[in-house]
């Protein structure tokens, strides 16, 4: 099948119909369809172009009675935010008692729709909490530390579900605390002797949750400033490396060609956060190269 452009986006409230459950996404010429199939029966609830130019059209699962699925609901509810209002485009987490992480299946993962409605359908006998972010850091589509229902961020103090084959809950209203406010991180890479470094690759790891940094979102300019978004009140620590040519994606770094490693303190994000100040430190293959050319 060709491609044609320009592409024709679907259209706010109208239906789609798939017969497969999967989740994955289309690319073509600055188009990115995000599909979260949860159903045989999804609703486009929004497109927001960003400002790299791509349009963004988001699906999600048709919670209308008569949207045709034969998926049997065992729990619905709604998502409510600390202001009272509907929480959108949200992903909730059902878990088994017995698991640490989420399974990779989509009876146990749930997205509110445009009214803040959710459901999980066909779900096994077993016993259950619910969740946001179950083992994740918050992001800037689900802006909240973990939180089990019916509040608090201990799962030991969650409700637990018990789901037999007839159970079928309905009307659950999930109270969510207030969502975490972004703040801009600004820092500057120097060398040792106070210059910018300019090109660095910078990562920030959130230590509760990051074991290592990604590296690749952020650059230091010839200034040897940088900036990125993360939450207030989080524990974070800036990692930051130096290539010896320019790297074009975050998937192929040159690991025998590394000029310079740097790190910050960690510290906790504050509303009046000063600038993060690091200090690269060459290589010893690098610092060996420096003396041989400099004398």
């Not at 699925?69 to 202001?83: E, F, H, M, W």
């Not at 990051?210 to 800036?238: C, H, M, P, W």
């Amino acid at each position: 099948m060709g491609l044609s452009w320009p592409p024709l986006l679907p259209k706010k409230g109208d239906r789609l119909d798939f017969l497969s459950t999967n989740v994955y996404s289309v690319m073509t010429k600055g188009l990115f369809i995000l599909c979260l199939i949860l159903s045989s029966s999804l609703e486009v609830v929004g497109q927001a172009p960003s400002s790299d130019g791509i349009s963004t059209a988001l699906f999600f699962p048709s919670l209308d009675k008569h949207s045709g699925t034969d998926a049997v609901p065992t729990i619905r509810g709604k998502l409510i935010g600390s202001d009272g209002k509907v929480v959108q485009y949200t992903e909730l987490e059902l878990v088994a008692l017995d698991l640490d992480r989420v399974p990779n299946d989509y009876r146990f993962i749930g997205v509110s729709d445009t009214q803040g409605r959710f459901a999980f359908n066909d779900v096994p006998a077993g016993k259950y909490t619910l969740s946001i972010n179950f083992g994740e850091k918050p992001t800037f589509l689900s802006p909240f530390s973990t939180v089990f229902y019916p509040e608090g961020s201990e799962r030991a103090s969650a409700k637990i579900f018990e789901i037999e084959a007839t159970t079928r809950i309905s009307g659950l209203v999930f109270k969510l605390p207030a969502s975490l406010k972004k703040k801009t991180i600004v820092g500057k890479i120097t060398w040792l002797d106070g210059k910018p470094v300019v090109g660095a690759m910078v990562g920030c790891k959130d230590l509760e949750f990051d074991v290592t940094s990604l590296f690749g979102g952020a650059r230091s300019d010839k200034n040897g400033r940088f900036s990125f978004e993360a939450f207030i009140g989080r524990r974070y620590q800036i990692g930051l490396v130096l290539f010896d040519r320019d790297i074009h994606s975050p998937m192929d770094l040159p690991l025998d060609q590394v000029i310079g490693i740097g790190e910050s303190q960690v510290f906790v994000l504050s509303a009046d956060q000063p600038l993060i100040e690091v200090k690269l430190i060459l290589t010893r293959d690098a610092q060996n190269l420096i003396d041989k050319y400099t004398g």
